[in-house]
């Protein structure tokens, strides 16, 4: 659906383009070539913007995989493709941001790297539906609350 969806969009803006060297005026008439034009590329590029939209979640072992990509994008730019994992150990807290058009899981990760102490990762679930989502929530609450009860435990061993 999603490859359908860009197919029509960039046939669209080819049409535009060749409306700009070979103007018909029945359709020059009512809108300009160069409007369609832009059209046609901020909806590409707004479609792009919003996300990935094969979102795979895994966190069966101790290993916590997420990888997204774009159904379209990732057959001409396999580097558009975004696998990461880590320990679930290292997974500190995590956030579901909503905006207007857009939703973010953002999971705030331990790193020795950095100088705060954590790494804060970043992931657009725009196309998850709402069962998804809690789905995703049920699962990363676990894992947080799993951690903070190893590390009150040793808080505890060591006092």
């Given at each position: 659906m999603i490859e359908i969806f860009y197919t029509l969009l960039f046939i669209g803006l080819i049409f535009s383009v060749l409306l700009v060297f070979v103007p018909i005026p029945t359709i020059t008439r009512w809108v300009n070539p160069y409007t369609l034009i832009a059209i046609f590329i901020s909806s590409i590029y707004l479609f792009y913007k919003f996300g990935h939209q094969h979102v795979e979640y895994s966190s069966d072992g101790e290993v916590l995989n997420i990888k997204t990509q774009d159904a379209f994008w990732v057959k001409y730019f396999p580097q558009t493709r975004r696998i990461v994992d880590f320990p679930k150990s290292k997974l500190i807290s995590y956030k579901v941001k909503n905006s207007l058009l857009n939703k973010k899981l953002e999971l705030y990760v331990t790193s020795r790297r950095t100088q705060s102490g954590f790494k804060k990762l970043s992931f657009n679930i725009t196309y998850l539906n709402k069962s998804?989502?809690?789905?995703?929530?049920?699962?990363?609450?676990?894992?947080?609350?799993?951690?903070?009860?190893?590390?009150?435990?040793?808080?505890?061993?060591?006092?």
């Open positions: 998804e989502i809690s789905d995703l929530k049920r699962s990363l609450n676990k894992i947080v609350k799993r951690n903070a009860d190893i590390k009150t435990s040793q808080l505890e061993e060591v006092n």
